[in-house]
């Protein structure tokens, strides 16, 4: 018998388990539960009754186990082609001080400081805005609003770049960076359901 999987998650973590690992884990397990939150904030899995949370690498507390799972994320800087006639394109991320930037605010109540990196080298930046969102979708409709310039991760803005709709800045200063992670404390006798959860998130990655 499977008991209940309960996994706290962003919102782009849960889409990725239910279009990625929810259909092979069912097919291989087909009485497990699973009680799947995307509450948009950084919770303590523990405290708050879940088995296990996904984030990013960089929000995963660092006394938790974690498990790398779903491809690796880039985010990128994308603007409006009217809003780059009326502010030159940034070259270099120290010039978007002199832009007007979407801000992002964190589950946490901070606002993200956009990180770059290029030869080895990093720069994090503060950027400055007017308009500050706590949601990436809604950064890149505000992106295509002509507001001004958001970062956002790549997967996000794929249409709106192949259409022409937004273009890409400082595209040599954003890499590939560690993707979601799944992650969990370290549990003296792990039960069965966690268990197969990890064991699809593991194979997925072969």
């Known amino acids: 018998m ?41 919770s303590d899995i523990v405290e708050h009754g879940f088995d296990a949370g996904i984030r990013l690498k960089d929000f995963v507390p660092k006394d938790m186990i974690a498990l790398p799972m779903g491809p690796k994320v880039r985010f990128i800087a994308v603007a409006l082609p009217q809003y780059l006639k009326q502010y030159p394109s940034p070259t270099t991320p120290n ?9 992002q605010r964190l589950p946490s109540g901070k606002r993200y400081h956009w990180e770059f990196s290029k ?11 007017d308009i500050s969102l706590d949601n990436n979708n809604l950064m890149v409709k505000a992106a295509v609003q002509g507001l001004g310039i958001a970062f956002v991760p790549e997967s996000l803005a794929k ?30 006798h792990m039960f069965r359901s966690l268990r197969a959860f990890l064991d699809v998130v593991k194979a997925q990655r072969l």
């Open 2 to 42: 499977f008991g209940e999987v309960r996994i706290n998650g962003s919102e782009s973590a849960i889409e990725y388990v239910l279009n990625s690992i929810v259909p092979p884990l069912k097919d291989l397990y087909p009485g497990i539960k699973l009680d799947l939150v995307s509450d948009g904030k950084l």
């Open 95 to 103: 010039e978007l001080h002199k832009h007007h930037c979407i801000r």
């Open 119 to 129: 030869h080895g080298g990093s720069v994090t930046i503060d950027v400055s805005g």
């Open 159 to 188: 249409a709106q770049i192949a259409s022409g709709t937004l273009t890409v800045i400082l595209d040599d200063w954003c890499p590939e960076e560690p993707g979601l992670h799944v992650y969990f404390p370290q549990y003296r």
